[in-house]
């Protein structure tokens, strides 16, 4: 039971990237997808999460408008799609994964089924 987090790199500013989170040795349909990020020296700060179905998302206010998360149950993976990139984005992007229970959380704090290893993400001219 895993998932792996894929898809970060060095971008230029305004940039864009897509990160991917797949599972493995479980079904993703009954799992709400968390990302997070942790900057150097900085605590880990929620970004993201999807529903299992896809049909609800939250942002956290620094991301709205740039970050767009989406999902292909069939492949059993995740997105978050990162456009706009600017310097502060640069982090280690984590997703995680948390029985859908009728909503969203991007508590970093809270417990999460499973949590992927980081991709990063650097943003730099």
């Known amino acids: 039971v895993q998932l792996q987090a894929s898809g970060g790199g060095l971008v230029q500013p305004g940039g864009s990237l897509r990160l991917s989170c797949a599972a493995s040795?479980?079904?993703?349909?009954?799992?709400?997808i968390s990302w997070f990020r942790q900057a150097p020296g900085k605590e880990r700060e929620g970004v993201s999460c999807?529903?299992?179905?896809?049909?609800?998302?939250v942002y956290a206010e620094s991301v709205k408008g740039r970050f767009t998360a989406s999902r292909d149950n069939a492949k059993n993976t995740v997105y978050l799609q990162i456009d706009g990139l600017k310097p502060e984005d640069t982090a280690v992007y984590y997703c995680?994964?948390?029985?859908?229970?009728?909503?969203?959380?991007?508590?970093?704090?809270?417990?999460?089924?499973?949590w992927g290893q980081g991709t990063q993400v650097t943003v730099s001219s």
């Open positions: 995680a994964a948390q029985e859908w229970l009728g909503f969203c959380r991007i508590d970093p704090s809270r417990e999460y089924r499973v």
């Open positions: 999807i529903s299992s179905s896809g049909g609800t998302t």
């Open positions: 040795g479980f079904p993703l349909d009954y799992y709400a």
